[in-house]
């Protein structure tokens, strides 16, 4: 039985041509042009292949087309991509963009999630941090369509910041609610960061001063540049105040009548203001500093005072952030064993205290700690500079 023709063939001009019917291809009519009788007979018959394994839609695409398609594949598995198909492509595609939704760069999205921060109330501190970590994000992939961002870019771009754990952790968490905001925005369909590897973060107990390198810390600071860094360094380490509390303290909020210092919901972290209870010890260090005979503006701070400050208390290679908060905690529960009073001293959780800031320290450290005193022979006043704004 001779072999039913799916195509005709026909002398056209100097060549030939063959033709597919609609009823062959399914949808429109193919026209293929050769130089010879042979080589249109031979593309008719490799397009009648191609449709009987892969379908009509197949006869559709240009050589051109097919040529990139194989070329999308391997750049694919090239990048270790597996398994590697167009369709795969396709629909990771799909799933990362809506046709539907708003397209913003990365730049832009930043600038309305730190908007929408500030005006839900975020403390200026919280609006910071965010700041510091996305703005770094947001340099590498700012003029990025937020949705184009990919889990895999995130991952290679943490790893590229050569960051310790504990530090990778954070930049997940923001990022994480950073892409949340997007979510919400309608500016990407799904919540990239989420998808990025979590760290574990072995626990370490916090460092902590002994009494004897808080003494050390303390005349260092009284004794460099007429002691200008003394209140910070004592109020961090006997208050237990966050370093950007003291910071953003004003003497106006420092009571040594009533032995309190007053942290509003601007300096602190988490706008819940509260006050704390000025030990006996630290009275005698801030008595020994005034400022032309008054205390006014904020508790200064210097990055380089407070550099050579610690070196020359030689505590500097132990010196860790909150090291003062955490080593006022501590020592205060050893020496009173009362974790209610340590939290509203703190300004935290007793969940908070005791998993990151409660070091086992004696009870007799614990007293030794809160002894601490100026010596008696240091009988003339500090002369406080005036306090730097922020």
């Not at 750049?75 to 492509?89: Q, W």
């Not at 919280?126 to 996305?134: C, F, G, H, P, V």
């Not at 369909?189 to 998808?195: H, L, P, Q, R, S």
């Amino acid at each position: 039985m001779a072999k039913p023709k799916y195509y005709t063939l026909r002398k056209r001009g100097s060549g030939w041509q063959a033709n597919l019917s609609r009823r062959v291809t399914g949808s429109k009519r193919i026209q293929i042009n050769r130089s010879t009788k042979a080589e249109a007979e031979a593309e008719a018959e490799r397009r009648l292949q191609t449709l009987t394994a892969y379908g009509a839609d197949f006869l559709n695409f240009k050589p051109e087309e097919l040529r990139a398609f194989g070329e999308a594949c391997r750049e694919l598995t090239e990048k270790g991509f597996k398994p590697t198909t167009i369709t795969d492509a396709v629909r990771y595609f799909t799933k990362h963009n809506d046709p539907k939704a708003q397209k913003r760069t990365v730049e832009e999205v930043l600038e309305e999630f730190l908007e929408s921060k500030k005006n839900a109330g975020l403390a200026d501190l919280s609006i910071r941090d965010y700041r510091q970590k996305l703005t770094r994000f947001s340099g590498k992939f700012g003029k990025r369509y937020m949705h184009s961002v990919t889990p895999f870019d995130m991952e290679r771009w943490l790893d590229s910041i050569h960051a310790t754990n504990t530090t990778r952790k954070d930049y997940r968490r923001h990022l994480s609610i950073f892409c949340g905001f997007a979510v919400k925005r309608k500016y990407t369909k799904e919540n990239t960061a989420a998808a990025i590897s979590k760290v574990k973060i072995k626990r370490t107990l916090p460092s902590v001063l002994t009494p004897q390198e808080v003494r050390s810390l303390l005349f260092a600071a009284k004794n460099y540049q007429l002691g200008a860094m003394l209140p910070y360094f004592a109020i961090g380490c006997f208050c237990g105040l966050r370093p950007w509390e003291i910071r953003r303290t004003s003497w106006s909020n420092v009571d040594l009548e009533r032995k309190e210092i007053y942290v509003s919901p601007e300096a602190c972290k988490t706008s819940q203001d509260r006050y704390v209870t000025i030990p006996d010890n630290l009275m005698a260090w801030l008595e020994k500093c005034t400022s032309g005979g008054t205390r006014k503006g904020l508790i200064h701070f210097s990055r380089k005072e407070f550099v050579a400050v610690r070196k020359k208390a030689n505590v500097a290679d132990k010196w860790e952030s909150d090291i003062m908060r955490h080593s006022a905690a501590s020592h205060l529960y050893a020496w009173t064993q009362n974790a209610t009073l340590v939290t509203s001293q703190m300004g935290h959780s007793l969940g908070v205290f005791m998993k990151h800031y409660k070091r086992a320290v004696t009870k007799t450290d614990g007293e030794l700690y809160f002894q601490v005193m100026p010596t008696d022979k240091e009988t003339n006043t500090l002369n406080l500079r005036k306090a730097s704004s922020l």
